[in-house]
């Protein structure tokens, strides 16, 4: 059974951190996330919603749900950064489901299909199965990693960071060769 999904961000990165160790697995998460992200906006902005004299798409539901969760982990800098990287992810998606339905899922489902191929390439690197497989919450986690790691390069939460590697271990690169040393 897993976790509760309301750690705080440190246990939450601490614990998708330790399936994501080799740096090309990290890398590949860069690019596949973004785009899993994105294909869920473009799937979710055709569909049309009213909450009164409010019309919202499914989409910026979804994003507004996971805000909520995200700066409610206890790192309100971490939780706005990847909420707002989001929201530019769900804005850039929003205009391809406006287009035909063939566009529209072309869009949706290429980049959907194309982001887990970067995902389960990179966990063939690390050699481990990708996180949200023991615990779904990973799924909420993969883009707060992501962009608390593009932080962390940028020289933000060090001690965060820090701890994080405390708990899991360094990044490495997995020696292809000998898997199992």
Same mark, same amino acid.
């Given at each position: ?30 690019v596949g996330i973004p785009?899993?992200v994105f294909a869920i ?43 707002? +990287? ?26 959907? +299909? ?31 990693? +992501? ?35």
């Open positions: 059974m897993a976790a509760s999904p309301f750690r705080p961000a440190l246990d939450l990165m601490a614990q998708y951190a330790s399936y994501h160790r080799d740096r090309r697995n990290i890398a590949t998460h860069f785009l899993i906006g473009v799937l979710l902005a055709r569909a049309d919603l009213s909450l009164g004299a409010v019309q919202l798409t499914a989409a910026w539901l979804l994003w507004g749900a996971s805000t909520a969760w995200y700066l409610t982990r206890g790192n309100l800098v971490l939780g706005l950064a990847v909420s707002a +990287v989001n929201g530019l992810l769900m804005a850039a998606a929003e205009p391809l489901a406006a287009g035909s339905v063939g566009n529209w899922l072309a869009w949706g489902i290429g980049a959907f +299909v194309l982001g887990w191929i970067i995902q389960f390439l990179g966990h063939y690197y690390e050699g481990k199965k990708p996180a949200f497989v023991d615990d779904l919450v990973g799924l909420l986690v993969g883009p707060m990693f +992501v962009v608390g790691e593009a932080m962390f390069a940028l020289g933000w939460g060090q001690d965060l960071a820090g701890e994080i590697e405390r708990r899991v271990g360094p990044t490495h690169l997995r020696d292809l060769a000998h898997p199992l040393a």
